[in-house]
């Protein structure tokens, strides 16, 4: 059964930076769209980034300019590099990996606070 696992998240002042990877294993990587969502309390789960196997990126309004995301298909992994990051980024963030199925990693949270 195909899995992902996250890891890098954490407690972070705001303007600081952490990345984001998540690895995944049991399945076939290269053609599936990958991307990474976050769910903060009380809110709806919201697409962060995403990339295609193409390569083709997509950022949520709020992210731009801040936040990069990249994968390595050698390394069956996406990474989510976040920079100058706000209290508002504070959530728990799931890898999500989308093809002829969808899996979804177990989270991980992400603390922005002084």
């Known amino acids: 059964q195909a899995q992902l696992v996250e890891s890098g998240g954490g407690l972070v002042q705001p303007g600081g930076s952490l990345r984001l990877s998540c690895t995944a294993s049991r399945m076939i990587f290269s053609p599936y769209t990958m991307g990474w969502y976050r769910q903060a309390p009380g809110k709806q789960r919201e697409l962060v980034a995403s990339?295609?196997?193409?390569?083709?990126?997509i950022y949520a309004d709020s992210v731009k300019g801040r936040f990069t995301i990249s994968r390595d298909n050698a390394e069956n992994m996406v990474f989510l590099q976040m920079n100058s990051l706000k209290p508002e980024d504070t959530a728990v963030y799931y890898c999500?990996?989308?093809?002829?199925?969808?899996?979804w990693g177990q989270g991980i949270l992400v603390t922005v606070s002084s």
């Open positions: 999500n990996a989308r093809w002829v199925t969808e899996v």
């Open positions: 990339i295609t196997s193409a390569g083709t990126t």
